[in-house]
């Protein structure tokens, strides 16, 4: 900037005509500040069903909550032509916890990575406890041999350890999930549980039970059938099912 010439005026304001007031220098507007992505401060765990490795280890019981034991865990189902529960539910996890990371939110997975065993069921939500993490989803894909069973349920538990409160919110998140799914990707709600609701209300699975924190499981589909087994091996569609998992938990957070 040039420097003022020396005695030259630099006046703030209009010389004033007789009878009017000077009106005041207009001051700049602020320059707006950056919008805050609407998932900052907000703490995800994401569990990516099952393992990429299953070992008779895995039989042995571990506690899943009520009273009950439960396997360490199971292998998990497959597509009629191969393709693993787990491939699917590691693909999928880390499709959403790309858009979730996105939209500002600290993500973490239950499991580092799609080679090794565990964590077991009775551990599956620890992490979500130890963090105080906003919300836990669990990512599976069924395998029901039923003719014509297809389609999206969505699991929460009436008996968990973070009491009734946490009940609750863990059934609104649920819903919003159900909404999202339905109206984010080609999926359909799931033709043999929940009664045409998509929603199931289970008592026996650790991951749920023993959760503190707002927690659900999503069978995603059912990969003995055809059409959804085709939807699982698409990328595309996983990149739905990311955006529509993320509207959800981005409406259920508020």
Request: glycine letters at 10%; charged letters at 20%; a positive charge.
């Amino acid at each position: 900037i040039s420097p003022a010439v020396s005695g030259s005026a630099s006046p703030t304001t209009a010389p004033a005509s007789p009878g009017t007031t000077a009106l005041p220098a207009t001051t700049p507007a602020p320059t707006p500040s950056r919008t805050a992505k609407p998932l900052a401060g907000r703490t995800i765990v994401i569990d990516p069903g099952h393992n990429g490795v299953w070992t008779r280890r895995e039989l042995r019981k571990v506690p899943s909550g009520n009273g009950r034991t439960k396997a360490c865990n199971s292998s998990g189902t497959a597509t009629n032509a191969g393709y693993p529960e787990h491939a699917y539910n590691w693909a999928q996890a880390n499709a959403l916890a790309k858009v979730l990371r996105a939209r500002g939110a600290r993500v973490l997975l239950s499991r580092p990575n799609d080679r090794g065993e565990g964590p077991c069921v009775n551990l599956r939500s620890k992490l979500a406890n130890d963090l105080k993490a906003d919300v836990l989803i669990s990512i599976h894909a069924d395998g029901n041999l039923a003719r014509g069973a297809r389609g999206f349920h969505v699991i929460h538990s009436p008996t968990m350890t973070g009491g009734p409160k946490v009940e609750q919110k863990s059934l609104a998140l649920a819903k919003q999930i159900r909404h999202a799914l339905e109206t984010g990707t080609p999926m359909p709600r799931s033709t043999y549980i929940g009664g045409g609701t998509a929603l199931d209300s289970r008592d026996d699975l650790g991951t749920l039970n023993l959760a503190e924190r707002p927690a659900v499981m999503i069978e995603m589909g059912n990969m003995r059938n055809a059409a959804d087994a085709a939807l699982f091996g698409s990328a595309a569609f996983r990149t739905r099912a990311a955006k529509a998992l993320a509207d959800a938990v981005q409406a259920y957070l508020g």
